[in-house]
């Protein structure tokens, strides 16, 4: 008899890589290091420090990177559009604290299709191949109007997807679209860091059997986003969440225990292995 | 009125420090900078004092220092230390770090306060009342018990200083670990409600950024950036005030 035990899959990724110098640092210490369990790397395209991202993605080809695409956050990488942005030249701002994205409601969908095509050829031309995953910053392809170009380019380049979730949980309808599509995509993320204040996201040391616990209560592919980084003043003044990434890279270096329980309990995969 | 005290440690011990402090004191001007005289960036964290005219700066006394061992101090070295030197010797110790403080900053601390809180030790103890009688310096609560595992009490500390009839606070609070900062607000509150008017109370925080190298140096790393994130929410900060509470400097306790 067969008695083989599969373990849940889940994709372990690092988010944010390119917005700021100091997370770029701490990204690529926690890249670097032996305890390591992260499998993804979420590369945004217009970060401040995303081509300084790019340049070490470019470098590193043993590992996952997806394109991070950004609506609400820095300046587009096209130009001249006359919806998304204000008058600095910046996307319009999403409220993160109310989970109020309605300024999408005001973005042009031409403008939309074109920064996505802007972003990706960013990405194709500065990394130097195709990204393993597309996801999005703030999730914000759970809203129909960023989702159904995503899944055209992703349908296209035959390119996997991150749940579509809004705020980080579900998304019935975005979802099952996904799914009706036949793309590959994971099922289900969870943000393991305790962001936005602490209102919402788990902590990967306090709340680690609770995290375990919850992803095994879910179908199919997990994703654990963390949001990893160092923080200087640059970050502090951008972020609302700053010493929050500090999390995993103590982990690392002082409790690398509780990431081997994780990598213990589940299958860690990145988005170019599923 | 009640008054509160918030005293930042550890000025002078790494860069990240350094920078997070003097940001965070832009923030709070009646914050206590807490320095320590003996670390590799303790001239850059004077500097720092001179050029941001900063007035609130007393002695974080360390005995030893990273330099000493090359490596972070922990509770059982100075439990070796204090058990392995006279009370003359730790003197000895105690008094050059005060002279190389005046030396560097030009004139005596605004307050005492202590690595791991060491000055509960009657040989540091001792010697600090002598010193802040003479000079008229505050000295932080001495609450804390090296060897923690027998309850973290310190009466003995606490009544002399009582006695020596030096400014001190009636209360001192910290919260070093936890991620959730509502949870850390809320454990601040609570602390604050048990301040009676007319009382003082102390508020120890470790600000810095967060960098490689203080990763490596602290196992309170990340969270240091966590009490800037804190006292640079002014929702915080009225919701004390509301308390009746005054943010002081220890001159002003």
């Known amino acids: 008899m067969n008695t083989k035990i599969t373990k849940k899959r889940v994709v372990f990724t690092l988010h944010d890589f390119g917005k700021s110098f100091s997370v770029n640092d701490g990204i690529v210490f926690a890249m670097n290091h032996a305890e390591n369990i992260a499998t993804q790397y979420s590369l945004l395209p217009n970060g401040i420090a995303s081509n300084q991202a790019a340049q070490?993605?470019?470098?590193?080809?043993?590992?996952?990177?997806?394109?991070?695409?950004?609506?609400?956050?820095?300046?587009?990488?096209?130009k001249g559009y006359k919806t998304l942005t204000d008058s600095d030249g910046y996307f319009l701002k999403a409220n993160t604290a109310q989970w109020d994205f309605s300024v999408l409601d005001n973005y042009n969908s031409y403008e939309i299709e074109k920064e996505i095509e802007e972003q990706y050829e960013w990405f194709l031309t500065n990394v130097g191949r195709k990204p393993t995953a597309l996801t999005t910053q703030k999730s914000e392809h759970g809203d129909p109007k960023i989702l159904i170009p995503i899944t055209d380019l992703a349908k296209k380049e035959n390119i996997p997807l991150r749940t579509p979730a809004w705020q980080w949980f579900s998304n019935y309808a975005a979802q099952s679209y996904v799914e009706d599509l036949g793309l590959t995509f994971s099922n289900s993320v969870f943000v393991a860091t305790k962001d936005w204040k602490g209102e919402h996201g788990y902590s990967l040391e306090e709340d680690v059997d609770l995290l375990i616990s919850d992803i095994k209560n879910t179908e199919g592919i997990s994703e654990i986003v963390v949001l990893a980084g160092f923080v200087d003043q640059e970050l502090f003044d951008m972020s609302s969440v700053s010493w929050q990434r500090g999390e995993y890279l103590n982990l690392l270096v002082r409790k690398p225990e509780i990431l081997k329980r994780y990598a213990t309990e589940f299958d860690i995969i990145s988005y170019s292995k599923i | 009125?009640?008054?509160?005290?918030?005293?930042?440690?550890?000025?002078?011990?790494?860069?990240?420090?350094?920078?997070?402090?003097?940001?965070?004191?832009?923030?709070?001007?009646?914050?206590?900078?807490?320095?320590?005289?003996?670390?590799?960036?303790?001239?850059?964290?004077?500097?720092?004092?001179?050029?941001?005219?900063?007035?609130?700066?007393?002695?974080?006394?360390?005995?030893?220092?990273?330099?000493?061992?090359?490596?972070?101090?922990?509770?059982?070295?100075?439990?070796?230390?204090?058990?392995?030197?006279?009370?003359?010797?730790?003197?000895?110790?105690?008094?050059?770090?005060?002279?190389?403080?005046?030396?560097?900053?030009?004139?005596?601390?605004?307050?005492?306060?202590?690595?791991?809180?060491?000055?509960?030790?009657?040989?540091?103890?001792?010697?600090?009342?002598a010193y802040a009688k003479e000079k008229n310096i505050p000295i932080r609560k001495p609450v804390t018990a090296l060897n923690v595992e027998l309850g973290n009490q310190n009466y003995a500390a606490e009544i002399s200083l009582s006695r020596a009839k030096l400014k001190s606070t009636n209360y001192l609070f910290a919260h070093m670990l936890g991620n959730n900062l509502d949870k850390i607000k809320n454990a601040f509150i609570t602390d604050l409600e048990k301040v009676n008017e007319g009382e003082t109370a102390e508020i120890v925080i470790h600000p810095a950024f967060f960098d490689e190298r203080l990763l490596n140096y602290s196992s309170l790393n990340y969270l240091r950036t966590r009490d800037i994130d804190l006292f640079t929410d002014q929702n915080f900060i009225d919701q004390i005030k509301k308390m009746g509470f005054k943010f002081c400097t220890y001159k002003q306790i």
């Open chain 2, 1 to 129: 009125m009640k008054k509160l005290v918030i005293v930042a440690d550890d000025f002078g011990t790494l860069p990240s420090i350094n920078s997070g402090i003097s940001f965070l004191y832009k923030n709070i001007p009646t914050l206590e900078i807490s320095m320590v005289t003996k670390a590799k960036y303790s001239k850059e964290a004077a500097t720092m004092v001179k050029e941001q005219s900063i007035q609130n700066i007393g002695i974080h006394m360390e005995l030893l220092g990273l330099e000493d061992l090359g490596r972070p101090v922990t509770a059982k070295d100075y439990i070796k230390l204090f058990k392995e030197k006279t009370y003359e010797e730790i003197e000895k110790i105690a008094s050059e770090e005060l002279k190389a403080f005046e030396t560097t900053i030009g004139k005596p601390p605004t307050h005492i306060t202590s690595h791991k809180g060491i000055h509960g030790n009657f040989k540091l103890l001792n010697f600090i009342i």
């Open chain 1, 56 to 78: 070490i993605a470019r470098e590193r080809t043993d590992l996952s990177f997806d394109l991070c695409f950004t609506f609400t956050d820095f300046k587009p990488i096209g």
